[in-house]
């Protein structure tokens, strides 16, 4: 069984959806909104360990 880095298949995956007759775009939207979704809980997990602690 071969490796494929992530990358490669979303290659991929943008490739097949570009040949179809609607593109990409419903990828792409995919894409978008899971990594925005990614950086918003990765900054709330990041910024709630610096909050301040009043005992």
Not at 29 to 50: D, E, K, P, S
Request: with cysteine.
């Amino acid at each position: 069984m071969e490796h494929h880095p992530a990358a490669a298949r979303l290659t991929e995956a943008a490739a097949s959806a570009a040949q179809q007759q609607g593109g990409g775009g419903d990828l792409l939207r995919i894409v978008l909104i899971v990594m925005i979704l990614g950086c918003a809980l990765t900054a709330w997990f990041l910024l709630r360990g610096y909050k301040q602690k009043d005992d």
